[in-house]
């Protein structure tokens, strides 16, 4: 399993409560970007059109640009490929709990491009800062117990 992009900031702005694969609906000219590493999930996340769900604000950007077509948008919505039973389940949680979906991180499994979707909670400020607080300590002791 090849990971291409992660959304780094997502684990610390949100509780991640569930994981999903998802596949992504995606044209030609994204393909062979994508696995080349060339995707963006900063700002991205996934919405719920119908009973469809679909990955918002994702930058691909065309592989070679003069060969893609001429109205190509390197932030269109791109349809997101689940169970229904998955959507329904998605769309359950979110309505029920206010919960979120967040693309984690695009990989490439049995050479398909895939998408670990989240659902999550915002994370407060407070909380937040909770988190840094572990993570000072956790670096303190380790570093504390290499000494010895």
């Known amino acids: 399993m090849k990971i291409l992009a992660e959304n780094r900031k997502a684990k610390f702005n ?10 992504i609906k995606l044209l030609g000219c994204e393909v062979k970007s994508v696995k080349n590493g060339n995707i963006s999930l900063d700002g991205a996340f996934a919405q719920i059109y119908g009973n469809e769900i679909y990955l918002i604000n994702a930058q691909i950007p065309a592989w070679q640009p003069e060969n893609a077509p001429a109205d190509y948008q390197p932030d269109r919505a791109r349809k997101l490929l689940l169970k229904r039973e998955e959507i329904n389940h998605l769309i359950g949680k979110m309505r029920t709990e206010r919960l979120m979906l967040i693309p984690l991180a695009v ?8 998408l ?10 407070v909380d937040k800062r909770e988190v840094i607080k572990k993570r000072e300590a956790e670096r303190e002791i380790s570093r504390n117990l290499k000494n010895y």
Request: aromatic share 10%; glycine share 8%; hydrophobic share 35%.
């Open 116 to 125: 670990e979707l989240a659902l999550g909670r915002i994370r407060r400020k």
């Open 14 to 23: 949100y509780e991640i409560v569930e994981k999903f694969e998802a596949g």
């Open 107 to 114: 990989y490439l499994k049995k050479n398909k491009i895939k």
